[in-house]
């Protein structure tokens, strides 16, 4: 069956250090989303992706950067992490024809220290 | 920029009762989906239902069903014969019909059901 994965599901880390989160889907689809969520905020768009080399900022990519390289994976790096990006992530997957749902990964916990 | 808000941090409900949790947004666009996203404690999110702009009648799942004011910019939840399994945070989510498919979520409301 097709799905969304992350990795890691948590993660402790030092404010400072360079943070990578995993996120892979076998669903082929073009969309590919990251959002952050806090209390009181809901969830949070930081990047986006309509497709392979095109990557594109959300509300909250201060911070934040993203590639894409192939259809399936959309890693978020945070390059100096600082304890205001402690969160969880989740990352998402859409298609980009008439279906409209967002597929969700289990969402990754990071704890900046 | 479109806005979404959900009032009530917090609902409780009978089990067997009916519980309606409150959304409104704010958008300048005609056409968009509107989406109640469930998140139990297992964190997954898990699409409850949806409805689009357009139609004019009211988007039903089972238990779950909306009160759509396309007037008013409303859009509730209203959850019917409340079972254990409901608990959870509930979120209401925006997306434009056009362009951009990113999800435009409120803040949450956590549903407890008592037994």
């Known amino acids: 069956d097709a799905e969304i994965t992350q990795s890691p599901r948590h993660k402790i880390t030092e404010t400072g250090r360079q943070v990578t989160l995993a996120c892979h889907q076998t669903?082929?689809?073009?969309?590919m989303f990251w959002y952050r969520q806090d209390l009181g905020h809901g969830l949070r768009l930081i990047h986006y992706?309509?497709?392979?080399?095109?990557?594109n900022k959300g509300e909250v990519s201060d911070g934040y950067s993203v590639s894409r390289s192939n259809t399936e994976d959309l890693p978020l790096t945070l390059e100096s992490a600082a304890s205001s990006q402690t969160s969880v992530y989740f990352c998402?997957?859409?298609?980009?024809?008439?279906?409209?749902?967002?597929?969700f990964g289990p969402g990754t916990r990071l704890t900046v220290t | 920029a479109q806005t979404v808000t959900q009032s009530q941090p917090e609902m409780s409900v009978q089990e067997a009762e009916t519980v309606t949790l409150s959304c409104t947004y704010d958008t300048s666009e005609s056409d968009y989906y509107l989406f109640w996203y469930k998140q139990p404690p297992s964190r997954q999110m898990i699409l409850v239902i949806r409805?689009?702009?357009?139609?004019?009648q009211n988007a039903t799942e089972n238990r779950f069903s909306v009160n759509f004011q396309k007037a008013a910019k409303s859009f509730s939840l209203k959850i019917s014969d409340s079972q254990l399994g409901d608990a959870a945070m509930y979120f209401c989510?925006?997306?434009?019909?056009?362009?951009?498919?990113?999800?435009?979520f409120g803040q949450g409301t956590r549903l407890t059901i008592n037994p």
């Open positions: 992706s309509y497709g392979v080399q095109d990557t």
């Open positions: 409805q689009e702009a357009y139609k004019q």
């Open positions: 998402a997957s859409s298609d980009s024809g008439s279906s409209y749902e967002q597929y």
């Open positions: 669903w082929n689809h073009n969309n």
């Open positions: 989510a925006y997306r434009s019909y056009q362009g951009a498919q990113k999800l435009v």
